[in-house]
């Protein structure tokens, strides 16, 4: 079993940059990919980016591409999404997930067995 824990969110003016950490730990060894979500109040959770652990392959969700970057660091067992230029429109719950299944990059919720206890983003004036 994998334990995923997100921080790094908080409240920040619109145009702001954030980064936000996913740190691993347990089974880290079977980990294939960990991807992001988001939750928007009263909606429902979805795909932000996602990046494979060894291989570093990554994908975005169109919307967001060019905004948010998505990386890791295997040494310390975090995977990061720095985001810039933030909008009101990026407040939500952000998730990480990590799937054990060889091969998968998903962006869909229900392919990822493990998720941590997300990280709340305001991004207000």
């Known amino acids: 079993q994998v334990h995923l824990v997100e921080s790094g969110g908080g409240w920040v003016q619109p145009g702001d940059s954030l980064i936000l950490s996913c740190v691993a730990s347990?089974?880290?060894?079977?980990?294939?990919?960990v991807a992001w979500f988001r939750q928007a109040p009263g909606k429902e959770r979805i795909f932000v980016a996602l990046?494979?652990?060894?291989?570093?392959?990554?994908t975005y969700e169109p919307s967001v591409r060019g905004r948010v970057t998505v990386s890791k660091d295997n040494a310390v067992n975090t995977v990061y999404l720095r985001m810039n230029s933030l909008k009101p429109e990026d407040t939500a719950v952000y998730f990480c997930?990590?799937?054990?299944?060889?091969?998968?990059?998903?962006?869909?919720?229900?392919?990822?067995?493990?998720w941590g206890q997300g990280t709340q983003v305001t991004v207000s004036s």
């Open positions: 997930a990590a799937t054990q299944q060889r091969g998968l990059m998903s962006a869909r919720t229900t392919d990822y067995d493990n």
């Open positions: 347990g089974d880290t060894d079977s980990i294939y990919t």
């Open positions: 990046i494979t652990w060894t291989g570093g392959l990554t």
